[in-house]
């Protein structure tokens, strides 16, 4: 099993930015992909970047991400901590949406989510 906890979300004006955490525990040694997807509301849940994927653990890899946020945002990962970010910058009211942590993994169930953290982007 895997477990993973969001944080950092909140209110935030347009421009501003936030930092949003992916606290990973659990069987870490079995995932193989951990990304972060966000919903809004109304909205279909969508891709917004990857964090790792097989053949980057233990590296810097490359993060992927959605072209609505590429050059705005960046994903890192704190390996001590087990911990993913994603530094989001020049934030825009589209960005409004709940954002959460996934982790594809060998063990059953195999797709794991967080609980989600709000993101608010408002004047």
């Known amino acids: 099993q895997v477990q993973l906890v969001e944080s950092g979300g909140g209110l935030v004006q347009p421009g501003g930015s936030l930092r949003l955490s992916c606290k990973v525990s659990?069987?870490?040694?079995?995932?193989?992909?951990l990304a972060w997807y966000r919903q809004a509301p109304g909205k279909q849940r969508e891709w917004v970047a990857t964090i790792i994927r097989t053949g980057d653990i233990g590296s810097l890899g490359t993060r992927n991400y959605a072209d609505a946020v590429k050059g705005r945002f960046t994903s890192s990962r704190d390996d001590a901590l087990n911990t993913a970010y994603l530094q989001m910058n020049s934030l825009k009211p589209e960005d409004t949406a709940v954002y959460s942590c996934?982790?594809?993994?060998?063990?059953?169930?195999?797709?794991?989510w967080g609980q989600g953290t709000q993101v608010t982007v408002s004047s």
């Open positions: 996934n982790a594809v993994s060998t063990l059953s169930p195999y797709y794991f």
């Open positions: 659990g069987s870490i040694y079995s995932i193989t992909h």
